[in-house]
């Protein structure tokens, strides 16, 4: 079905929809990019997995108001940008209520910006039985 989507998406035959070099079963490969083709709670469950990993993504303000500690931008900066990956994942610990902070980021940044790895946009697609898929271009050409 998934394929089906993404070849309905670029209007082209579903045999130009190929199986990509991702070992992942929801990313396709069409005109040298690949797309990952998810539903909605596929998209939130792995916007959950990526978020603690990329939160040198997020403004440190924005950040900082969800932290159960009082700690001052500059050194949050300093943390998230210079210091090692495992710092991002002390501070996904240290956010207070990580349902309300992950809705925040939905509402405030979308999944694309951390699920569309290649252009950080997410593109919803609705089928003919209203079930809606969202697509995500993890790669392509260099330009």
């Given at each position: 079905?998934?394929?089906l ?7 082209c ?14 990313v ?15 998209a ?17 303000f924005?950040?900082k ?13 300093h ?16 956010i ?5 902070f992950?809705q925040?980021?939905t509402?405030?940044y979308?999944?694309g910006?951390?699920?569309a ?8 697609v609705?089928t003919a039985n ?7 271009r ?5 330009s």
């Amino acid at each position: 079905m998934r394929r089906l989507v993404l070849a309905r998406f670029f209007n082209c035959p579903v045999d130009q929809v190929e199986d990509s070099q991702y070992e992942d079963e929801y990313v396709f490969r069409y005109d040298d990019s690949d797309y990952l083709v998810i539903t909605e709670e596929e998209a939130d469950k792995e916007l959950r997995e990526q978020i603690p990993h990329n939160l040198f993504q997020i403004n440190p303000f924005f950040l900082k108001r969800h932290l159960k500690i009082d700690i001052s931008t500059e050194v949050l900066q300093h943390f998230l940008y210079d210091m090692c990956e495992n710092c991002r994942l002390i501070f996904w610990e240290l956010i207070a209520d990580k349902e309300t902070f992950l809705q925040d980021i939905t509402n405030t940044y979308g999944r694309g910006l951390f699920l569309a790895w290649y252009d950080r946009r997410e593109v919803r697609v609705r089928t003919a039985n209203d079930t809606f898929y969202y697509i995500y271009r993890v790669s392509g050409p260099l330009s």
